[in-house]
């Protein structure tokens, strides 16, 4: 059963419950509460009787006695909170002044207690209080809800951005590439991004970019990325132009202090190199078939801060065996504690781990539960891994 939550002025439309054996006490209360302007009131003899009148009409605050036949008031409040599983104000009316008598109703469920006999100034302060504090919790459960349906619908948004694993193979196989990606969003959703282009019959494109915030805005900001980056086709050869070109115009269309950073590489096994530009991005890690490694500079100024950078081309070699492995910050950033963020050579060491016995898409699911301690504890911000094996001759 669902609570009734009031919208205008609590006096207007909230609906109290008041429960008390003797009828000139629910008549003084009643006549207290409707000089006060609160008109909808309705009310039970017992305990047994508020409870059925609970069960069958939606209420907004329950004024509740006691001392009462059948079924006293800590029953009744117990089995409102366990059994029906009400959250609405209960205040509760005694003449009892025992410490562990009122300690006994708050740990049945009592919202506050008032002294018998009845005072009509502290019923209705109360009372309002009440009515008001919960008004208040139902707005912002309600506005939670919808920041969480807005989420829900940026995350979806930002997903159907990516391509899917089919759409990936597609690309890369033809070129002698494998592969495989691992998205996840953050609890606040964040800005990653990442998107693979064919370039000709021997090349492809991988760009990753990590927008600053979170939530819709970070989202949005995603889309606009997303769809600028598939508008400039005509220099995707030249990692460092196309870079500079995207740069120039996020800084046009991105709101004040927001910013992105990005990597961005034209992938041509068949001539044996990675050519690629970058802007502050973590840096790709290069795992050489004989077992060394080394880091691909992700360095650079970050995007959309400044519309006349320019991002220089660079070039390192890769052959038949290697793997790249690209990644998010939230891979190795600690962000309550910085000084546990892990180092690129720990970072080598846990993939090297992994990929002595799990490959393809298992790689990132085995990465990710080596390096948390809850893989599926929600994350601060959005996690993004890639994994690029050199399958064909080079």
Known sequence: MADHSPDLSTEDTA?????DDLKSSRLLIGSILNAAGFNNLIFASDGVEALELLEQTPVDMVILDIVMPRKDGISVCREVRERLGLTMPILIQTSLQDADHRATAFDAGASDIV??????????SRTRLHLERRRMIDSLQRYRRRMQDELRAAEAMQVSLLKSDDEVAAIAGPRHARMTTF?????QLGGDL???FEIDETRF??????????????AINAFRVHMLAEDRTHDRTSPGDWLTSVNANLCQI???????TAFYGVVDIARGRIEYAAAGAPPPILLDREGGWRLIDGSGVILGCSEGARYETHSTPIRQGDRIFFYSDALYEKFDEPDKSLE????????????????GQGFHEALIARIFDDPDADCRDDLTLILLEVAGDG
């Open 15 to 19: 609906t109290i419950l008041v429960v």
């Open 115 to 124: 002294s018998k006999p009845i005072h009509a100034h502290e019923i209705v």
């Open 183 to 187: 998205y996840k969003a953050s609890n």
């Open 194 to 196: 990442w998107q693979v």
């Open 205 to 218: 494109g991988i760009f990753m970019v990590d927008l600053s915030g979170h939530g819709v805005a970070a």
């Open 254 to 260: 991105l709101p004040v202090e927001h910013f992105a």
């Open 344 to 359: 690129a050579v720990e970072l080598v060491a846990h993939a090297r781990a992994v990929l002595g016995s799990v490959s």
